[in-house]
């Protein structure tokens, strides 16, 4: 299937001087929920302003759904729907006026019963009348989204959607993500929380210093690069990991009852059953042993160290 | 062409003014009254005719000028200043909208209010004092050409202006004393001669002169230059509008 969205060799150079992006090659798949991942700083939302046309590329093309973003920027602009970073808001206009606003600039006719159903799913139905300025933080957040949905886009941008935000709302939020993917918007997210990209997306694209550093399934990502680690507790202290176990990369806590064993999760062999026969084979006995995943958050860490 | 759009950039402009119908209509209105009282009633009756016109319905077309000029110039500024000062002019440049459309929507919506501004300020001044327009067609005329103008003028000073005192800087510095400077409050004629010389490279002068010929028939220079005069600043606030939308200038990086 052809991408939604196909960037090429996009750069962006400021005129401060800033390459806010280098040679950017990314496709977005239809339908897929895209979790953007970075720095403060690394061009995120640099990206998405120029696929919006808020920022304009120094070199390179972008197409949304076959249009190009510059020569046929009506109907590839028709089809975003934008969650900008910043609570930057009509602050004193009603949320229902706003509305009508946002869905008109972006050229469709007035549709009450659509901008009811997007004001209804986020609960904002009950405030429709009030002034933003009067809103909390969160539901200004969902104002925004709301607008850009008030028209109906094929791809919805949420620029850090859950920053500042409460558990309930984030949780809110990504169940409205899902809603709104199953019905077959393509999403790209933003995020600072690893948690965020690790709970919902379907593919991950790592972005430092203005280049893409790893797109990836999150699940082939994870397997790719994630690293077990089987936690022995001791049922008596050890002073040193005894000669015979040296081939195991094998650590020892620094009060000699807990023993760490990492493994690769991509290789055949994990080399447990063997470790643990020879631990036996050294009377080593344990109380308790489990083995964990490293999270999409320690990858991303060294993904970002190894690039810096 | 985005019809809907420039609709709803209009409504939206439209409705900032619904909300400050005191600083948006009632202001100005109250400040042309206070014009009338003063210049007019108290000042005018000691004053002679100018021109076979007496003082108070002299003043007139003038004093709409002032309004006209200060108010779109104002409203448009605002307009889309505002959206670029709290962040939410991301949604017009994200939007399918040509740069022309948006001026449509913001540069329309400015031009009615000073319209309605003018009109309302004529029928205030019925209250103090008798006038007739003889020319009522290009009396319309000027007042639109002049709103849509000076409307256009204050969007630019609107994507110019970084900061809320350049969104002032240029009507309280400039367009206030030219102004009065143009003729509002006198004929040019009552000038000495080297003055009525230098006068005539204030462009509001021919405003001012044109709009007080469609009132009174009476004028101090040409209306053709008058006319002439309107179409070229337009045409310059266009090219102007047309340069800095062409090349994202204050408004994209």
């Known amino acids: ?308 | 062409m985005n019809l809907y759009a420039i609709r709803a950039i209009y409504v939206f402009e439209m409705a900032r003014t619904g909300r400050t119908l005191m600083q948006s209509i009632a202001s100005p209105i109250l400040t042309t009254a206070l014009y009338f009282i003063v210049f007019g009633a108290a000042i005018g009756s000691r004053m002679g005719e100018i021109d076979g016109i007496s003082y108070a319905s002299f003043i007139i077309p003038g004093l709409m000028m002032l309004s006209l000029l200060g108010e779109s110039i104002s409203n448009a500024s605002f307009g889309i200043y505002f959206p670029k000062f709290t962040g939410t002019s991301y949604e017009l440049l994200s939007a399918p909208v040509s740069a022309f459309e948006i001026v449509i929507g913001f540069v329309g919506a400015a031009a009615t209010k000073s319209v309605l501004i003018g009109l309302l300020i004529l029928v205030t001044a019925r209250f103090f004092v008798d006038y007739q327009i003889i020319h009522p067609v290009w009396m319309v005329t000027f007042l639109l050409l002049t709103a849509l103008t000076f409307s256009m003028f204050g969007f630019i000073i609107g994507l110019w202006a970084d900061d809320f005192q350049k969104l002032q800087i240029i009507p309280m510095m400039i367009i206030t004393p030219l102004t009065f400077l143009g003729g509002a409050f006198y004929s040019i004629n009552m000038l000495p001669p080297f003055w009525q010389k230098v006068t005539l490279f204030n462009p509001v002068v021919y405003l001012i002169s044109g709009f007080r010929w469609s009132f009174y028939g009476i004028a101090d220079v040409n209306v053709g230059i008058s006319i002439a005069m309107i179409l070229v600043f337009m045409l310059l606030c266009l090219s102007g509008i047309w340069l800095i939308f062409r090349t994202g200038y204050r408004l994209k990086s």
């Open chain 1, 1 to 308: 299937m052809d991408p939604i969205i196909s960037i090429r060799n996009v750069s962006k150079v400021f005129p401060s001087g800033l390459r806010a992006l280098n040679d950017i090659n990314l496709d977005i798949r239809r339908g897929e929920i895209f979790a953007l991942l970075g720095p403060n700083g690394a061009g995120k939302t640099t990206l998405i302003s120029t696929i919006c046309g808020i920022v304009t590329a120094s070199a390179g093309t972008i197409t949304v759904d076959g249009h190009d973003i510059v020569s046929d920027y009506r109907a590839a602009r028709s089809k975003i729907g934008l969650v900008p970073q910043e609570l930057a808001t009509a602050a004193f206009e009603s949320v229902l006026p706003q509305m009508n606003f946002s869905r008109g600039l972006f050229g469709k006719p007035a549709d009450a019963a659509h901008i009811e159903k997007v004001l209804r799913d986020l609960s904002l139905w009950d405030k429709r009348n009030a002034k933003i300025i009067t809103l909390s933080g969160g539901m200004k957040r969902r104002v925004l989204i709301a607008k850009a949905l008030s028209h109906e886009p094929e791809v919805l941008f949420l620029d850090e959607p859950t920053a500042g935000v409460d558990v309930e709302l984030r949780h809110d939020m990504w169940q409205m993500v899902r809603e709104l993917r199953e019905r077959g918007v393509t999403i790209i997210l933003t995020t600072h929380y690893i948690e965020e990209a690790e709970e919902m997306a379907d593919r991950i694209g790592v972005i430092n210093g203005g280049e893409i550093k790893v797109v990836e399934e999150k699940t082939v990502l994870m397997n790719k690069l994630g690293k077990k680690q089987l936690t022995l507790t001791l049922q008596q202290t050890l002073s040193q990991i005894p000669a015979g176990l040296a081939n195991y990369p094998l650590e020892l806590s620094p009060e000699g009852d807990v023993l760490i064993y990492t493994f690769d999760v991509q290789k055949e062999h994990t080399g447990i059953p063997e470790l643990l026969r020879e631990l036996g084979r050294h009377g080593i006995d344990f109380k308790d042993l489990h083995s964990s995943q490293s999270s999409l958050e320690e990858i991303f860490v060294s993904l970002v160290k190894e690039s810096a």
